[in-house]
């Protein structure tokens, strides 16, 4: 089974600094998506940037961008100019290849436990 | 588009009882997930559905745990004789259903019980 591991519980940053917080995944699947997802005290759940695995170039979302290792399976988010919104919880998630009605084997997505951004004003 | 909707957002509840939540998630998304996730923890997956069919099913759901999705378009989560370890958010989740496509979450159904 896939697995995603975020070792850091809780960051924090000054605003308006850069952050960057991290993913490692394990797969034996070669094609396969990674996201990263926000989710703040009102605890709905926010896709913050996603990456295609096939994608050699690292997603970007204005001051959110991914630095992509494949090969080292590892997913980190980058947050500049961290504003007092981007306090939160960032879960990083997996989601493996799956077809229009695959039957079996879909797992939906598979999230890590998640960091708790502060951000010092 | 108005986004995936959840209710009751919050369900106190005493043990043994039986709660049901329902999810009505994006117009013309046909798959729907549910996933269930505790304090400090991220979201586990429990089910989801291709249309009115249930494709999927975790571990994690127990035989109290009945879901469904009769016309492919709202889904009802049901928890049998509940037990204070069912105490969590459940989450609802829809997605235009093509492969890797963005998952958009609700705000989620609290339960406790007591």
């Known amino acids: 089974a896939q697995t995603v591991t975020q070792s850091q519980p809780e960051m924090s940053v000054q605003e308006a600094e850069t952050v960057t917080l991290s993913c490692t995944y394990d797969?034996?699947?070669?094609?396969?998506?990674l996201f990263w997802y926000k989710q703040p005290p009102s605890r709905q759940m926010i896709l913050v940037i996603r990456q295609e695995a096939y994608k050699q170039q690292n997603a970007t979302e204005n001051r959110f961008s991914v630095n992509f290792q494949k090969a080292a399976k590892s997913f980190s988010l980058k947050i500049s100019d961290s504003q007092l919104g981007d306090a939160a919880m960032y879960f990083c998630a997996y989601s493996g290849p799956w077809g229009e009605y695959s039957g079996g084997g879909a797992d939906g997505l598979t999230f890590g436990k998640g960091t708790h951004l502060i951000i010092q004003p | 588009d108005t986004g995936v909707s959840q209710n009751p957002r919050h369900k106190i509840t005493k043990r043994g009882q039986n709660v049901t939540f329902r999810c009505d998630p994006i117009?013309?998304?046909?798959?729907l997930y549910w996933y269930r996730q505790t304090l400090g923890q991220g979201p586990e997956f429990l089910t989801y559905f291709q249309n009115e069919a249930q494709l999927e099913k975790s571990r994690l759901l127990s035989d109290r745990f009945s879901a469904e999705r009769p016309k492919g378009s709202f889904s009802t989560l049901e928890i049998q004789r509940t037990e204070q370890g069912d105490s969590a958010m459940y989450l609802c989740a829809s997605s235009p259903g093509a492969n890797g496509n963005t998952i958009y979450f609700g705000e989620g159904s609290w339960l406790t019980v007591v």
């Open positions: 797969t034996s699947e070669s094609d396969y998506y």
């Open positions: 117009s013309e998304h046909n798959r």
